[in-house]
């Protein structure tokens, strides 16, 4: 039976996997110039969530499937073309695995820790995580969606000192497309690894690798 409470708490910003040290190419695109209000917040979210989004989402999606973690997580690299990223994603789902793990604890998660040693990438973690706490693959696809947006959200709060009642209204007019992203994501899985999303924001990857070579930076990534 699926339960609508461990969703909350999967998707819930407070849930300790790491993600609040994260802006999701926020902090980046601040400094160039593309996001200086809410609506160059929103215009952001927009293109990241049908873009990597839509990509993460179905690999969440694909694990909380059922889909082999192995191939998910190649898929995962073949899709991450950014070396920066790469390294960001398996410390996400490090930290993702340690706190499912403690919440959620069953064979599953404890086999892709273990074959995983340095750490899965996050979506596929997530997705397994969300399988273990009884939720399908539309659930964690709503989950990567809305830590897709609310991840830069939130950064833009801090980097901008945007009036979080503005972001927050960002998240709420993007709603409808995270539900869009979600049910594509649920579909693709359903039909196997070969026919997830790999939609690409080539502009993330490249100043993902600039962000990273930053002296000093609020962010991780």
């Known amino acids: 039976m699926v339960s609508r409470s461990a969703l909350l708490v999967l998707a819930d910003g407070r849930f300790p996997a790491g993600g609040h040290a994260h802006s999701g190419g926020a902090e980046a695109a601040v400094k160039s110039g593309r996001i200086r209000d809410a609506a160059g917040l929103e215009a952001f979210c927009r293109g990241r969530l049908h873009t990597t989004g839509l990509t993460s989402a179905g690999l969440a999606a ?118 869009l992203v979600a049910a594509e994501a649920a579909r693709a899985a359903r039909q196997g690894v070969a026919a997830l999303p790999a939609a690409s924001a080539p502009l993330l990857d490249i100043t993902a690798e600039q962000h990273a070579a930053w002296p000093v930076r609020l962010f991780a990534s």
């Open 62 to 179: 694909g694990a909380a499937h059922g889909l082999d973690a192995d191939e998910l997580d190649a898929a995962a690299d073949a899709r991450t073309p950014s070396p920066a990223l790469r390294a960001a994603a398996r410390k996400l789902g490090r930290q993702m695995m340690r706190a499912a793990r403690a919440t959620w604890p069953c064979a599953e998660l404890d086999a892709l820790a273990a074959a995983f040693p340095r750490g899965a990438h996050q979506p596929v973690v997530l997705g397994v995580a969300a399988r273990a706490a009884g939720l399908g693959p539309e659930d964690a696809a709503h989950c990567v969606a809305y830590e897709t947006v609310s991840g830069p959200a939130t950064a833009a709060v801090r980097l901008l000192s945007l009036d979080p009642f503005q972001a927050t209204a960002v998240l709420a007019r993007l709603a409808p497309a995270m539900d």
